[in-house]
Every structure is written in structure tokens, then in C-alpha cells.
């Protein structure tokens, strides 16, 4: 079955560009968008953007201006880099699969806690 | 665009039904049937039980169901069991540079 798992950076200092990589495995990358989550501790889940497989992006517009998501269809893997990081940017960051027509996340990475500090 | 409104917290004993409400707008929930719901238990990824409003994904317990009447949905959980403790998430289609929006998440208690 198709599995995903989050690496990069447990800390990342202020002002600095936070970067996560997800593996997709079991399975194509292709046909579904590929999202990234966050959860900051004991609140709720909110959306960051999403990559198809083509290469095409979609991003939430309150962090539009620092997100940028890529996709390596060879290694199976897609990638978020987002840019001056505060506090307010820690975060347990998920990656998520989601089913163009359902529009609803069917699989979930562990999920990576990040935490922005000096 | 604005998170959507769940209650903080609810609660129940083993056996009884429960229902958690998830309100939104015209905008995100009254316009689309693609609400989802998912199951997050503490220090663990977000699960999903429930899309388009009132689907079961395969493996999910018919215990779980969902409806949605005009800017609301709804899940319902009957016969409570133990497991079933932990937060739920909604989340509706909002569409164009939005995509999805989630509500605040709700924490279920088994008495």
C-alpha cells in the first residue's frame, strides 16, 4: 500500500527557509495531489499547498508569497520550502495524498515536528 | 477565508451516539458536497472516516456517518466505544487558490 514519510530539519532559526521532503512509496506518484499540512501544537490542521504531478501548484494565500512546493517524479518525492519562518511557523508538517475528485486526504505521512528558534 | 466552526469538545458513554457539527458558508460548505472528516488520536496522523459529505472509505466502521444541511455538515458516531476517543477535523472544497479549508478540530471524550 502507498506509504509517506516527511524528513528534513527538526529546528529551523528564525528568518531562515524551512525545507521537508516527502517519499511516496508503494505507489505512483502520479494522478493525485500531493499536499502539505501543518498542525501547530494543540490547535487545528491547516492547509499549505498542493503539486500535481505535472508540475502544476496550489497554494494557501495567507503564506502564498513564501511557499514553494516541487515535485521529482523519478525519485517518487515532493518537496516544501518555506521561507522567513517565525514562531508562529512551528508546526508538526504533514504530507497528504489527496484524490482529485473526492478532494479529501486518504493518506497521511507520521507527520515531522518543526520548531522555528534562535 | 475563514476556518470552519466545530465545538471545542464533546462527550459520551460507551453505547450512546454523538454527533459533531461543522459550520461554514456559501462560500466552502454550503456549496460543495465535498466535506470530509478524519480521526486524529494524540501524537498520530489525522485519518480519514468520512468524504463528499456522507462516503465511508473501505475499513472504516459504519458506526460513522455524515450529512450536511446547508452551511452545516455533521458526523455522527453511534455506539460509542472507547477508540473512538480523540480530536476530529472537518474540512470542506473551497476552490480556486483556497482549495480546502479545516475547521478547529473537536476533542471527543468516552465517559
Known amino acids: 500500500q502507498v506509504q509517506l514519510q516527511e524528513s528534513g530539519p527538526g529546528l529551523v532559526k528564525p528568518s531562515e527557509t524551512l525545507s521537508l521532503t516527502c517519499t511516496v512509496s508503494g505507489g505512483s506518484i502520479s494522478s493525485y495531489y500531493w499536499s502539505w499540512i501543518r498542525q501547530p501544537p494543540g490547535k487545528g490542521l491547516e492547509w499549505i499547498g498542493f503539486i500535481y504531478h505535472s508540475g502544476s501548484t496550489n497554494h494557501n494565500p495567507s503564506l502564498k508569497s513564501r511557499v514553494t512546493i516541487s515535485i521529482d517524479t523519478s525519485k517518487n518525492q515532493f518537496s516544501l520550502k518555506l521561507s522567513s519562518v517565525t514562531a508562529a511557523d512551528t508546526a508538526v508538517y504533514y504530507c497528504?495524498?489527496?484524490?482529485?475528485?473526492?478532494?479529501?486526504?486518504?493518506?497521511w505521512g507520521q507527520g515531522t515536528m518543526v520548531t522555528v528558534s534562535s | 477565508q475563514s476556518a470552519l466552526t466545530q465545538p471545542a469538545s464533546v462527550s459520551g458513554s460507551p453505547g450512546q451516539s454523538i454527533t459533531i457539527s461543522c459550520t461554514g458558508t456559501s462560500s466552502d460548505v454550503g456549496s460543495y458536497n465535498l466535506v470530509s472528516w478524519y480521526q486524529q488520536h494524540p501524537g498520530k496522523a489525522p485519518k480519514l472516516m468520512i468524504y463528499?459529505?456522507?462516503k465511508r472509505p473501505s475499513g472504516v466502521s459504519n458506526r460513522f456517518s455524515g450529512s450536511k444541511s446547508g452551511n452545516t455538515a455533521s458526523l455522527t458516531i453511534s455506539g460509542l466505544q472507547a477508540e473512538d476517543e480523540g480530536a476530529y477535523h472537518c474540512?470542506?472544497?473551497?476552490?480556486?487558490?483556497?482549495?480546502?479549508?479545516f475547521g478547529g478540530g473537536t476533542k471527543l471524550t468516552v465517559l
Open positions: 474540512c470542506s472544497y473551497v476552490g480556486g487558490s483556497t482549495y480546502v479549508v
Open positions: 497528504a495524498r489527496a484524490e482529485p475528485r473526492s478532494d479529501a486526504f486518504d493518506i
Open positions: 463528499g459529505v456522507t
